[in-house]
């Protein structure tokens, strides 16, 4: 059993930063790829930004330079350091990551945790 244990959500102004935590703990052997989605009330949960165990990227384009994720591979945990929010960029955050047991990835997901921008 995998948890993912998320923290940092919270209301912040337009304009202002937040930073996003997720510490993947449990039957860990080799986590592969960690990131965070979003889903805003009456949308579907979409990517932000993932990366791999030896730090590539990728994110979406409407978090492009103002959004940073990060991994601690000794320590199971990804962050995602966000600034210069904008009111869309609110929703409840996901963290995920995904590991390969028994021949097949395994999917795991954090419980979500809430960004609120205010304009």
């Known amino acids: 059993q995998v948890h993912m244990v998320e923290s940092g959500g919270g209301l912040v102004q337009a304009g202002g930063s937040l930073r996003l935590a997720c510490a993947a703990t449990g039957s860990i052997f080799s986590i592969h790829v960690m990131g965070w989605y979003r889903q805003a009330p009456g949308k579907q949960r979409e990517l932000v930004a993932d990366i791999t165990p030896v730090g590539n990227t990728r994110y979406a384009d409407s978090v492009k330079g103002r959004f940073t994720i990060s991994r601690d591979n000794a320590k199971n945990t990804v962050y995602l350091q966000m600034d210069s929010l904008k009111p869309e960029d609110a929703g409840v955050y996901y963290c995920?990551?995904?590991?390969?047991?028994?021949?097949?990835?395994?999917?795991?997901w954090g419980q979500g945790t809430q960004v609120t921008v205010s304009p």
């Open positions: 995920y990551a995904n590991q390969w047991r028994a021949g097949s990835f395994e999917d795991y």
